[in-house]
């Protein structure tokens, strides 16, 4: 079962994406470029494995969310419409100052 959640600490404010494996993170500022515009947004670098270190990015093609490194897919996660919904509404709340003005 997936989960997106926000998420805030000291280090980090944005989305996660919970499944078996584990959490995505996806940061705040790339939220709104990713979900509305459907474009290819950085989502940090490569923490561990052969790609560490390289520039992680991610593109929301219809129910995928693809994560690339170097023009190539490693990883593809079929989202749920529950999950692409909340992607949604975490983008609408985001593209909202009020909200924005909230978290400050």
Known sequence: MQRVIFLQTEEFT?????????????????????????????????????MRGQELFGELV????VLLVDGKRIKVYKLSEESLKRLSVFADMLDDQRFLNFLS
């Open 14 to 50: 944005g989305l996660g994406l919970l499944d078996r494996e584990g959490v995505l993170l996806i940061p705040l500022p790339v939220v709104i470029p990713l979900v509305k515009l459907g474009v290819r947004v950085p989502l940090g670098t490569v923490e561990e494995g052969e």
């Open 62 to 65: 219809g129910d995928e969310l």
